[in-house]
């Protein structure tokens, strides 16, 4: 029998692409980190100047920064999980 060379294809390498569903979770995301970044940047230092000596007013003002920092990370977290392998 005569030997017939076969052509054997490369594995083809998965390329995700991104959808655009994903694209605009991204930048919404990117958009509220501005945000957020601005909202802080604008009114974070008055307000821990206004509540200088009221250790409960500094708590409740830590609170809401901290709120704010969170949701901030589950909106990331909800986004990312959604990224295509």
Do not use: Q
């Amino acid at each position: 029998m005569p030997e017939i060379p076969r052509t054997i294809l490369d594995p083809v390498e998965y390329v995700p692409v991104l959808s655009l569903r994903f694209a605009l979770k991204l930048t919404f995301c990117l958009f509220l980190t501005a945000f957020n970044v601005g909202a802080i940047a604008f009114a974070g230092g008055s307000l821990y100047h206004v509540t200088t000596g009221h250790p409960l007013e500094v708590f409740g003002v830590s609170a809401l920064f901290a709120a704010l920092l969170g949701s901030l990370v589950r909106v990331w977290c909800v986004a990312m999980r959604t990224y295509p392998r």
